[in-house]
T-cell receptor, first 114, second 112 residues
Framework: ETGVTQSPTHLIKTRGQQVTLRCSSQ?????VSWYQQALGQGPQFIFQ???????GRGNFPPRFSGLQFPNYSSELNVNALELDDSALYLC?????????????FGPGTRLTVT | AQSVTQLDSQVPVFEEAPVELRCNYS??????LFWYVQYPNQGLQLLLK??????LVKGINGFEAEFKKSETSFHLTKPSAHMSDAAEYFC??????????FGSGTKLNVKP
């Protein structure tokens, strides 16, 4: 079992609202990535944070934003929710150095927008 | 940009039969390759990865994959399927551990 946790587990929001999802990192990992997984699809990369700075972004609008804290935990914020934002949101913490790569995913947050 | 194609959305196999899940990728640069497993209502678990070196990679749960650069493929195999292998499997590529591009997934159905 990994040390990556996500909260909340499930969430129901109304269109136009804002939501914040949280992710803790595996001990020793300095990078967090966020993914959106719509039903029946593969995960889509949203963005990655490395040592508190955004380190890459996928094709998501600016209303998807994030933060990484000094303890390497992270938040995903989504403003002006749309129905299509309904999905499983996954975070992954990782560590890469000298040819070694370690990555663990959290269990996800299921967001439903009505 | 990179992309991943998993042509088979579902693969049925009998228990103890061999398994092959196909993955092809496209990229203009060298990539790292990954396979993940996802059980219902859970996150992803890394099965194996190719970073460099031997093109035959062994992972957890008896799975392995072979990187074939000339065919731009990274197919996942297992000699004998178990009922517990029933899950969805995702292939992914990354150029620099920064952005990961996932395929659409293959559901492995294991029949007794």
């Amino acid at each position: 079992e990994t040390g990556v946790t996500q909260s909340p587990t499930h969430l129901i929001k109304t269109r136009g609202q804002q939501v914040t999802l949280r992710c803790s990192s595996q001990s020793g990992h300095n990078t967090v990535s966020w993914y959106q997984q719509a039903l029946g699809q593969g995960p889509q990369f949203i963005f990655q944070y490395y040592r508190e700075e955004e380190n890459g972004r996928g094709n998501f609008p600016p209303r998807f934003s994030g933060l990484q804290f000094p303890n390497y935990s992270s938040e995903l914020n989504v403003n002006a929710l749309e129905l299509d934002d309904s999905a499983l949101y996954l975070c992954a913490s990782s560590y890469a150095l000298d040819g070694r790569y370690e990555q663990y995913f959290g269990p996800g947050t299921r967001l439903t927008v009505t | 940009a990179q992309s991943v194609t998993q042509l088979d959305s579902q693969v049925p196999v009998f228990e103890e039969a061999p398994v092959e899940l196909r993955c092809n990728y496209s990229s203009s640069v060298s990539v790292y390759l990954f396979w993940y497993v996802q059980y219902p209502n859970q996150g992803l678990q890394l099965l194996l990865k190719y970073l460099s070196g031997s093109t035959l990679v062994k992972g957890i749960n008896g799975f392995e994959a072979e990187f074939k650069k000339s065919e731009t493929s990274f197919h996942l195999t297992k000699p004998s399927a178990h009922m517990s292998d029933a899950a969805e499997y995702f292939c992914a590529v990354s150029h620099n551990f920064n952005k990961f591009y996932f395929g659409s997934g293959t559901k492995l159905n294991v029949k007794p």
